[in-house]
């Protein structure tokens, strides 16, 4: 089960029917067992003929704050120690890695937020620009993991390398998320062995792709929710990025105009196209 946002709209898409409703997002989505309350929902939903999943769409977010994990794969702890190197900083990510609390951050508020087909920013004082594609978790107020959707995690790698106390500019800035193109609500838990790809064109040429598959996060989904909640509370829900097992090579930046597409299996495809943002 998918539903997409609209506006005002959500659209749910179940087994080949599409039911719509002009419910608020907050109270539509931020429910345990959601699957099989949506599934009695949509008795009582409009249902329509025509639906076009190619978009565009809005991120599956209204109240919901958006927080983000850090070093959760082999591959995202090593780039992080090679650009910190000369900051003095890498043996953090060494330790954070190994440790048993994992690095969680503060990402993004709902209207900094794009979705899908929507533009994502570059920052103007960086030099060097990544996309991080990552599986999102939806996590209801009672603390109940109820759906998945696509995150681009968009990161100024060359302000985080200088000093890692940078971290929050580099991460944290309008624009610097996307999520999309849905809210994928499953009967059972996302399978850990789903792909993420990764595929960036420019003037319509491929200059990069790669994939990985969820089973090679060290950490598991249940656990970073569980050390998101300690000490916080979301009284509409949160949506968790998991980190990113792709990080292209360290000769590559974005650049305005580049399109981002990030796939994850049983979830769909999100699409970006990166601008950079105002020069203050």
């Known amino acids: 089960m998918k539903i997409y946002k609209q506006g005002a709209t959500a659209y749910i898409v179940d087994e080949g029917r599409v039911f719509r409703t002009n ?9 345990a067992e959601l699957h099989r309350r949506l599934r009695e929902d949509c008795s009582g939903f409009e249902r329509v003929s025509e639906f076009d999943a190619s978009g ?8 919901q704050e958006l927080w983000a994990s850090g070093v959760t794969y082999l591959r995202s702890r090593e780039a992080r120690v090679a650009e910190s190197k000369s900051a003095g900083g890498g043996d953090f990510y060494d330790r954070v890695y190994d440790a048993d609390r994992p690095e969680l951050f503060f990402k993004a508020a709902a209207h900094r937020i794009a979705g899908h087909l929507d533009t994502v920013l570059i920052r103007s004082d960086s030099s060097w620009n990544v996309p991080e594609p990552e599986l999102t978790l939806f996590i209801t ?18 302000i985080e390398g200088e000093n890692p106390l940078y ?35 420019r003037d319509g040429a491929c200059v ?44 590559f930046t974005l650049q305005v105009g580049d399109e981002v597409s990030i796939t994850i299996e049983g979830i769909g495809t999100l699409v970006n196209i990166v601008n950079q943002s105002r020069q203050i």
């Open 56 to 63: 565009p769409f809005d991120p599956p977010v209204q109240h």
């Open 141 to 158: 107020s009672a603390g109940t993991i109820e759906g998945y959707t696509i995150g681009n995690d968009m990161s100024s790698r060359s």
């Open 167 to 201: 971290l929050p500019q580099a991460k944290t800035y309008d624009r610097s998320a996307a999520l999309g193109p849905c809210l994928c609500v499953p009967e059972q838990p996302l399978s850990m062995g789903s792909a993420v790809s990764l595929t960036i064109l």
């Open 23 to 31: 419910s608020d997002w907050d109270l539509l989505i931020n429910r």
């Open 208 to 251: 990069f792709e790669d994939t990985i598959t969820l089973e090679r996060m060290k950490r598991q989904p249940r656990e970073l929710a569980d050390w998101l909640l300690r000490a916080l509370t979301f009284p509409h829900g949160c949506f968790l990025m998991t980190g990113t097992g792709i990080v292209p090579p360290d000769d």
